[in-house]
């Protein structure tokens, strides 16, 4: 097994490892019979990316790109399938359902129509995917300044963050064999808030474990 085999294996496992962790999401809706406590636009924005990632491993034929976002997109549509059913916002969870559908076909009849095949479409789409990407990756960054200023982590997942980490650096190191920068990059940030997550850890876990608590730490 070369080394960009093994690379591959290691972006499937720890790609769907991470997409799994919304299992325990799931598992809190049906244990409860509601999704009170659960986000749904993550699942939603997840599956956009997911879908947008597939169709640049169909035009690049990457077949660890595409298995990885079939099994990531089948597994997002599971959880909002599930939320919808749960939800008490049914009305809005469709209105932003059909509004994420439109902007997909909007976009795909834009990549098909206006841009020509080849290059220049996996171009564009390798953009588009790796900004939507890199805003996932950052968008937390406004709790973590909120967990520093309070120095409580307990609304952090640790099994997430080492997920992430070990997927962000995994799909670096596979798309720099590649030598495709629209691998690369959108994953950098993901290594980077993974750090920061770490750091948070290190630095109050202790804090939190020597004060008094009577709520159970979330993982």
Known sequence: MDLLQLLSWACIVFTVGMFSTGLTDLKKMRE????DN???LPFLT?????LG????????NDQTIVLVNIIGALLQ?????????????????MVQTLAAGVV????????????????????QLGLTCSVITVSMYLSPLTDLVKIVRSGDVQC???????????????????????????????????IFTSLIRFYLFWRFAAVNQSSPSFKSMQI
């Open 46 to 50: 997840t599956c956009l990316n997911n």
């Open 32 to 35: 409860s019979k509601n999704a």
């Open 53 to 60: 990632w597939l169709y640049y491993g169909i035009l690049k």
């Open 104 to 123: 997909l076909t909007c976009g795909w009849f834009y990549f098909t129509t206006f841009l020509p095949e080849g290059d220049t479409r996996l171009s």
């Open 156 to 190: 952090l997942s640790f099994p997430l963050t080492v997920a992430t980490f070990f997927t962000s650096t995994s799909w670096v190191l596979y798309g720099l064999q590649l030598n495709d920068s629209y691998i690369v990059v959108p994953n950098m940030p993901g």
């Open 38 to 40: 659960i986000q749904f």
């Open 77 to 93: 549509i599971l959880y909002i399938i599930v939320y919808l059913h749960y939800t008490k916002q049914k009305r809005l969870v």
